[in-house]
C-alpha cells in the first residue's frame, strides 16, 4: 500500500490545495482548517454541511501564499473568490471583503479566536434517515475547526466500490474532502473500514490510529466545480453501507509524510 495523494484545506470548508509532502502533528496536517469564515449575527462557523444558508462556499479556494515548513510560522492565506478575485487573510479589510462576496456579515478567524459550532442539514431526499429535512447544530472539537477527527483517509477501493455501485454517477476523491489517500492493490470493497480499532504505520516513523469509519452528510452531494450536484451518493452510501466512506484518524507518532510513502496496517 501507499499514499496516492495528499490534501490540505487551509480554510474550514473552502477548496484546498494538494501537496507532495506534508508535516503531521499532532493535530492533523500543519495548516489544515486554520482559518474559518464566521457568522456575526450567530457567532458559528460558515459550512458546506448547511447549504441552505452557504450555497457557494465550494466556490471559494483557498491555499497559502509560500511554502508551509513545521519550523516556521504559517504564511498568509490566499483565498479566491467565486468572482475570482484574490484576498489574503492579512488583507486589513479582509472581512469587509468576505461580507460583500457572501453578502452575509462575516469575518475571517482562527480557531483559537472563537467559538466553533456549526450547522449541518439533513436532505430530506434520504428517506433513509429519520432526522431528514432538519439542521442540526454540533461543536468542533476545542480550539479546531475540524467535525470529528485531525485525519480524514479514504482509499482507491472505496472509490472504485462506489463507482460501481453508481455506473452514471462522477465519483472522485474530491468529493469527500480527504487528508490522505491511500492505493490498496489486490483488495476490493470499503477496505479501509478493517482497520478500525488498528494502527497504519506511514513510512518509517508516522502512526495513525484509526478511531472510526467516517460518517458522510450533504456535502458529498454538492457540486465541485465542474462536478455536478448528486443526491444518489449520499443516497447510495446510506442504502449501501450505512453510510459511511472512508475513516478517521488520530495521530499516535507526527513526523513527515510524501506521495508514494509505503503504508502498512498494524495490529494494536
Given amino acids: ?28 496536517i500543519y495548516g489544515d482548517r486554520m482559518y474559518g469564515v ?3 449575527e450567530t457567532g458559528k462557523l460558515a459550512n458546506a454541511k448547511n447549504p441552505k444558508k452557504w450555497p457557494t462556499m465550494f466556490r471559494y479556494h483557498s491555499t497559502y501564499r509560500e511554502p ?12 479566491m473568490l467565486p468572482s475570482g478575485d ?16 457572501f453578502n ?18 439533513v436532505p430530506k431526499e434520504i428517506e433513509e434517515l429519520a ?6 447544530s454540533r461543536q468542533s472539537p476545542t480550539n479546531t475547526f475540524f467535525d470529528i477527527a485531525f485525519i480524514h483517509i ?7 466500490s462506489l463507482r460501481k455501485l453508481l455506473p452514471e454517477s ?44 467516517t460518517k458522510r452528510c450533504v456535502m458529498t452531494t454538492l457540486a465541485q466545480g465542474d462536478l455536478p450536484n448528486d443526491i444518489h451518493v449520499l443516497k447510495t452510501l446510506v442504502k449501501k453501507n450505512e453510510g459511511n466512506f472512508g475513516v478517521y484518524a488520530e495521530i499516535i507518532q507526527p513526523g513527515q509524510i510524501k506521495v508514494d510513502d509505503k503504508v502498512k496496517v498494524l495490529d494494536l
Fill in 1 to 28: 500500500m501507499k499514499i496516492i495523494s495528499l490534501r490540505r484545506y487551509p480554510v474550514k470548508s473552502m477548496m484546498g490545495e494538494e501537496l507532495n509532502a506534508c508535516d503531521l502533528t499532532e493535530n492533523g
Fill in 38 to 40: 464566521i457568522d456575526k
Fill in 68 to 79: 508551509v515548513t513545521i519550523t516556521k510560522t504559517l504564511p498568509h492565506v490566499q483565498i
Fill in 86 to 101: 484574490m484576498i489574503y487573510s492579512n488583507d486589513h479589510d479582509i472581512d469587509e471583503k468576505l461580507t460583500e462576496s
Fill in 104 to 121: 452575509r456579515e462575516v469575518m475571517l478567524r482562527s480557531p483559537s479566536q472563537s467559538a466553533t459550532f456549526f450547522e449541518g442539514y
Fill in 131 to 136: 432526522d431528514r429535512g432538519t439542521i442540526f
Fill in 154 to 160: 479514504i482509499t482507491t477501493n472505496t472509490i472504485n
Fill in 170 to 213: 462522477r465519483i472522485e476523491a474530491r468529493r469527500f474532502r480527504p487528508n490522505i489517500i491511500i492505493d490498496v492493490p489486490d483488495e476490493e470493497g470499503f477496505v479501509e473500514e478493517s482497520w478500525v480499532n488498528k494502527t497504519l504505520q506511514i513510512g518509517k516513523e508516522v502512526k495513525l490510529n484509526i478511531i472510526q469509519p
